[in-house]
């Protein structure tokens, strides 16, 4: 199988059995949406591996549309009379080129004669920049969808074709990415929560963050990206996921530092992903691959685990899994819970039997004491557990809690924590701190 895919620094083809790896295009990212036509192919490019850092320099930049033959040799560069920031998906459709610009709200539209803008929501074209994030387009049944990815909850909006009027609107996943139907299941990457997310609601955890989509007949490829701030998004490792069609994921393909994968295609199979499939259209990959010189081989790996088959609690990149207010900021290697009962949204796949949680001891009443704590899902008294309550800060003291999982169905659920009462370090003479504790958490693992 071979893949075009786009990350922060290149414009890639990856032959998927191998891991082998031709660079296409360089320099020129971050590179974002990919297209075909029947002879060329369109990848958008914004010039900065950066992305935007702040509000100034999102303003400065101008995105353009690079156009390659099917020898992968750069033949035009194609911008619009107007500026194009913050280029998402790109779709050849209807022999014109869609191009979503986010930060100004439209869809740029090119019919290779003229250029055209296109306000989804009129009412919002010149109210605040990147107000709607519009990111990704698909056609389908006489119907244009856009996801307003909304820098939140997101929406689907959708349009008749060709005419463009507006027909409905659904809120599916949050800072959402890509968008396909499945036996009448409308799905997108819900890029915040790590996870694929359906209308019906299908839910699929793959961890980080989800962007790029391939759909087959007999499975999916799914561009997971580490996670980072902004400013360090161009240093992370990624990931190509590779599920059958039960979701069970099958393989990986290791990207190591080369940034966010932006967007997958494929010229072999209809990708249902994408609005566009040309069975004669063709791609010279064995002149590429034979080419010593830009290429590299990223490392396969059939294990299932996903990105966030461990959550770690001292990454901040984790609170958005925590209700607020009911944790403390992470410490050395652990978290403290900050109230009586703390929460965590969690999402269970079909091959998950277990979760492990490594939990440090809690209030130090004295040596031989224990300190009862209560693990629930979805409100149900799961597991009780004796922690020993030798003081963490002079010798720590950790105890896996393992809770079966056969009895939870998958997708979406809530891992409660209970303590029976809050205790102060100062109280104990420990030191100055003041704040109310519960227990402290290092770590939620899924077993399969």
């Known amino acids: ?265 494929t010229l072999d199979v209809k990708n249902s992903a994408a609005s566009f499939f040309f069975e004669n259209a063709t791609f010279n990959y064995e002149e590429l691959f034979k080419k010593r010189t830009k290429q590299v081989v990223f490392k396969k790996s059939n294990s299932s685990k996903s990105y966030l088959d461990v959550l770690d609690f001292t990454k901040g990149m984790v609170d958005k899994y925590l209700f607020p207010e009911q944790w403390y900021e992470q410490e050395s290697n652990f978290r403290w819970t900050a109230s009586l009962e703390a929460n965590i949204k969690l999402t269970k796949n079909s091959r998950d039997e277990k979760l492990k949680i490594n939990v440090y001891n809690g209030k130090p009443d004295g040596n031989e004491v224990s300190f009862i704590s209560y693990f629930l899902i979805n409100g149900n008294d799961i597991f009780t557990c004796f922690v020993h309550s030798v003081t963490i800060f002079e010798r720590p003291c950790v105890k896996e809690i393992i809770i079966s999982l056969n009895n939870i169905p998958n997708g979406d659920f809530i891992l409660s924590i209970k303590v029976p009462k809050l205790w102060k370090p100062f109280d104990y003479g420990i030191n100055d701190d003041m704040r109310e504790l519960g227990i402290a958490i290092s770590n939620v693992i899924f077993l399969q």
């Open 1 to 265: 199988m071979h893949l075009f895919l786009t990350t922060t620094k290149n414009f890639l083809l990856m032959d998927t059995e191998s891991g082998k790896t031709h660079t296409i295009d360089t320099n020129n990212g971050l590179y974002y949406g990919i297209s075909f036509s029947e002879d060329l192919v369109f990848v958008g490019a914004r010039d900065n591996i950066f992305g935007y850092m702040d509000d100034k320099t999102r303003k400065m930049e101008s995105g353009r549309i690079l156009t390659f033959d099917k020898n992968g040799t750069l033949k035009s560069e194609l911008k619009a009379p107007f500026i194009m920031r913050d280029i998402h998906q790109v779709v050849y459709y209807d022999n014109k080129l869609w191009v979503t610009c986010s930060y100004d709200n439209f869809i740029a539209i090119y019919d290779f004669s003229n250029w055209y803008q296109w306000y989804p929501i009129r009412e919002n074209a010149f109210m605040q920049k990147d107000l709607n994030h519009f990111n990704s387009i698909w056609f389908y049944n006489d119907r244009v969808y856009i996801l307003a990815h909304n820098n939140g909850q997101s929406q689907i909006f959708v349009f008749s074709y060709p005419d463009l009027t507006f027909i409905e609107s659904n809120a599916l996943g949050f800072y959402a990415h890509n968008i396909w139907i499945e036996d009448d299941e409308l799905f997108t990457c819900d890029s915040y929560f790590g996870s694929i997310r359906s209308t019906n609601g299908t839910v699929i955890r793959t961890g980080g963050f989800p962007r790029g989509v391939v759909v087959m007949d007999n499975g999916y490829f799914i561009g997971v990206s580490g996670l980072a701030n902004r400013e360090e998004r161009h240093l992370v490792d990624s990931w190509i996921h590779y599920y059958n069609k039960k979701w069970e994921l099958q393989y990986k393909i290791y990207l190591k530092k080369e940034g966010q994968v932006l967007d997958l295609q």
